[in-house]
């Protein structure tokens, strides 16, 4: 579908649709904007999915994460790491993920505040505080209001305060994998004037693989004041947590044992501070002012136990080399002297990073709701702006493994492996959007917003990382919905939103010296700013009980950025705009209830996620590959995106005390990270049961009960290649790394509302 071919379309809807003058009736959708609005869904010219706290309560989700990978539309997740709390959540085949090195295209915004971190756009999903989540709103498409990274979509997060969730209650959870989790909240107001609301929450696990607990704690906390024309309040979001996920293992090793991992350790230690000030101001009847400051400290710790490539130098005997393309290169410490060989610098290799990221920023918008030309109509302009200071360090240890594959540090050092550097980024948007009702039937919304990005470097250890980058783009959107008949609506939409580099990719864009990330960088080339242009059109009604959609979207990305493997190490490669990509999906969804007995869901996606131009690219463990590198043709599908998702779910109430409810999640296979060219096995199909039950004691107190993976399947959600056969023997010969789904496992625990 072409731009001309959507005017064409609303143009002939229009001509259909005009009628009479009506008000614009409006439903408040904060996710319509970072900082809200409020606007009738129905007139949002795509397919808005909403989670509630009542929901998420239900379901017993570990976290939002893990609701959206059961429950909604379009997404998917990968669980690359193998830990429950670092999920590579997909979106209609675009990524919000924890780790560097994916090619993330999802915004994710907090209370106004944009989530994702500056040094790589990631996603730390153990950061969101999941006990004070009040709504989530998933926006679909290329939203450009969400400005930065809202390429595939955005997700927009509103938590609870004292008003909205007055209450004291707590719960408390325990079983399989020796996990145990608690978590309380609290909140009043007093004389619907002033209001506070506190949360907190603690989880802990061995994990379900060897050697792979997790530890997260969460704070949250806020304050409010309101009038009856104003609101102001104050957030404070505190978080530390210690997650290793040990990641992808060799498949023949896990068809000995699936709890086994490759090398370890591979922890990642994350402590978070955000304060948040917000405002609203209703001037009048028409007119709200609303916005936020805000204060974000975001300190992540790696360490990371690896196998390694350096070995006993065969020219240099007594010395310790890395061979490059048939040719030794000494390797010098932090001193620059050659490094003896032996058994404990051989084997292994200790990778520490360090990132300290301090944000500020401010949002401000104005809304007005009034006649314009005689008809209806709601306006919105904003501005946001944020800027954060960046300081990197990183460093490699030699060392050896041990029986259990743990990497032992030796105190030698790879010199060259050193890194020191800081990073400022400045982000400035000014957006605008405005629903004009054409008649009692369509209606026609025009936004769009301009995007400025500003990043320098700075290479505290000599001058090679320095530099400066900038990036602007002003990107529209355009929405119209009609109502076809009582039950019956009509929407069409085209968006465009941006993604400029983030500073990892910036300094690690040069396939003639790869990174091994995130712990090593260089002075690249620059490269391109992604473009993604959306559109998607469908219908969506109301049954008796129930609600129901059918949509279609495309998505098309110009100079996409994807992370180009290019190495023995399965973390090592470079950055490159690859040129275009196309994800082209279809989505069907019902969802419904009987009284207050029974309700109901599914939903089903197809997703062809695709080149669209031909390139060569570096995939040396790839069994197909020619020379080390894969020819990826038009057509060719991208990596770790399943064509096909089916998820459906049941409750029921078997009278007052006892609910029993299930879902069901089904995923097609996928090529593996490293098979670009689709010429390697996939990764196969896999479905998944899960099933809760609820006992109510009486009239405060829920027992619950949780059973995933009823069926104990065994999936696989990801894949990529590496070699085993050094680190585990040459009858590992097999290159292809699976990180293994959770068994079946069992959670009880009980609620108690004061």
């Not at 001309?4 to 001509?15: I, K, N, Q, S």
């Not at 020219?315 to 620059?336: A, K, R, S, W």
Request: proline share 4%.
């Amino acid at each position: 579908m072409t731009l001309r071919y959507f005017c064409a379309v609303v143009a002939g809807v229009l001509a259909l649709g005009v009628r009479a003058q009506s008000p614009i009736e409006t439903v408040e959708v904060v996710g319509a904007t970072p900082l809200g609005g409020a606007l009738d869904a129905d007139k949002i010219a795509s397919n808005v999915q909403t989670v509630s706290a009542d929901e998420l309560r239900e379901q017993r989700a570990l976290d939002l994460a893990d609701f959206m990978k059961r429950n909604l539309a379009s997404v998917f997740v990968n669980e690359a790491q193998s830990n429950p709390l670092q999920p590579d959540v997909q979106y209609r085949g675009f990524v919000g993920s924890p780790l560097l090195g994916l090619p993330q295209g999802i915004a994710v915004y907090q209370d106004g505040v944009r989530i994702n971190e500056p040094f790589g756009d990631t996603v730390n999903w153990a950061l969101v505080p999941d006990s004070a989540i009040d709504t989530v709103y998933l926006m679909p498409g290329s939203n450009p209001l969400f400005g930065l990274n809202a390429l595939g979509g955005a997700i927009s997060i509103r938590t609870k305060d004292g008003f909205s969730d007055p209450g004291t209650s707590a719960q408390v959870f325990g079983g399989s994998f020796a996990r145990f989790g608690v978590e309380a909240e609290t909140g009043a107001s007093v004389d619907d004037r002033f209001g506070y609301f506190v949360t907190g929450s603690y989880l802990q696990e061995d994990g379900w693989r060897d050697f792979s607990p997790t530890e997260a704690g969460q704070l949250f906390g806020n304050v409010a004041w309101q009038t009856d024309t104003s609101r102001f309040g104050v957030t404070l979001n505190y978080a530390d947590t210690s997650l290793i996920g040990n990641g992808a293992a060799p498949v023949q090793l896990l068809e000995m044992d699936r709890e086994a991992i490759f090398t370890r350790p591979d922890r990642t230690e994350n402590e978070l501070l955000l304060l948040n000030l917000t405002g609203t101001r209703e001037l009048s009847d028409t007119l709200t002012l609303s916005g936020n400051l805000y204060l974000r400290a975001s300190d992540i710790l790696t360490y990371n136990g690896d196998d390694s490539d350096f070995e006993e130098c065969e020219d240099t005997p007594g010395f310790v080399c890395e061979e490059e393309e048939g040719v030794e290169e000494l390797i010098l410490d932090g001193g620059g002297n050659p490094i003896p060989a032996g058994d404990d610098v051989e084997g292994a290799t200790i990778n520490r990073t360090s990132t300290e990221q301090d944000g500020v920023g401010f949002a401000m918008q104005a809304s007005w709701s009034g006649d314009l030309g005689g008809r209806e109509n709601l306006f919105l302009v904003g501005i946001a702006h944020d800027e954060s200071d960046i300081g990197f360090a990183a460093s490699t240890e030699l060392g050896e493994l041990d029986a259990t594959r743990l990497a032992i540090p030796s105190g030698y050092y790879v010199g060259e492996s050193f890194t020191r550097m800081s990073a400022d980024t400045s982000n400035t948007g000014f957006y605008l959007s405005n629903t004009f009702l054409l008649s009692d039937r369509v209606a026609l919304t025009v936004s769009g917003r301009y995007n400025k990005t500003e990043v320098t470097f700075s290479d505290q250890l000599g001058s090679a990382l320095d530099g400066d980058h900038e990036f602007d783009r002003f990107n529209p959107a355009l929405g119209l919905t009609v109502d076809v008949a009582a039950n019956l609506n009509f929407y069409l939409g085209y968006s465009q939103s941006n993604r400029a580099p983030s500073p990892v990719e910036l300094t690690c864009a040069d396939e003639d010296d790869p990174c091994r990330l995130p712990n090593a960088f260089l002075a690249d080339p620059p490269l391109e700013q992604v473009v993604a242009r959306t559109i998607e059109t469908g219908v969506r009604g109301d049954l008796d009980g129930g609600r129901w959609h059918a949509g279609v979207f495309r998505t098309n990305n110009d100079d996409d950025i994807l992370f180009i493997s290019a190495g023995a190490l399965t973390n090592q490669g470079f950055f490159d705009n690859v040129g275009r990509t196309r994800r082209d999906g279809v989505e069907l969804g019902l969802e419904g209830e009987a009284g207050d007995a029974w309700s109901w869901f599914a939903n089903y996606t197809y997703l062809k996620a695709t080149f669209r131009n031909d390139l060569m690219v570096p995939s040396p463990n790839n069994p197909e590959a020619l020379g080390g590198e894969l020819l990826v043709e038009t057509g060719d599908r991208l990596p770790l995106i399943p064509s096909q998702l089916l998820k459906a779910g049941l409750r029921v109430a078997l009278g007052p005390k006892v609910t029993i409810g299930g879902d069901l999640l089904a995923g097609a296979d996928f090529h593996m990270r490293g098979d670009e060219g689709n010429v390697a096995g996939k990764v196969g199909r896999y479905a998944v049961l899960n099933v809760r039950a609820d006992y109510a004691v009486g009239d405060n107190v829920k027992l619950f009960l949780n059973l995933d993976n009823l069926l104990d399947a065994e999936y696989e959600s990801f894949g990529l290649f590496g070699e085993a056969d050094d680190v585990l023997g040459d009858a590992f010969d097999d290159n292809r790394f699976l990180s293994p789904g959770a068994p079946r496992a069992a959670w009880l625990g009980v609620r108690v509302d004061f």
